[in-house]
C-alpha cells in the first residue's frame, strides 16, 4: 500500500505515482492510464474499460453471426 499526497502542480492537483506503481501498471511519461470506479472505492488502470466492454460485445457479435461473417468474407 502507497499513501500519496495531493501536490500542488502549475494551476492543478495531482499525485505523483511511485517508480513500482509505474511498473506495475507497465506504465511511463505520455502514457494514458484510466481511474475508474471500484466497490471498495477506485481503481487505476492501464486498459480502457469502454474499450474492453465494446471488444467483448464485437466478439460476442461475430460468434453469434460468424456464418454470416464468413460468407460476407469470400
Known amino acids: 500500500m502507497h499513501a500519496l499526497k495531493i501536490v500542488q502542480m502549475g494551476n492543478s492537483l495531482g499525485v505523483v505515482l ?14 494514458t ?11 487505476l488502470t492501464p486498459f480502457n474499460p469502454r474499450f474492453a466492454e465494446q ?8 460468434k453469434r453471426r460468424r456464418n454470416a461473417l464468413r460468407a460476407l468474407a469470400e
Open 33 to 43: 492510464i484510466y481511474l475508474t470506479s471500484a466497490p471498495d472505492g477506485v481503481r
Open 55 to 62: 471488444m467483448r460485445i464485437a466478439e460476442d457479435v461475430m
Open 18 to 31: 511511485p517508480k513500482d506503481v509505474l511498473a506495475q501498471l507497465r506504465a511511463g511519461k505520455g502514457d
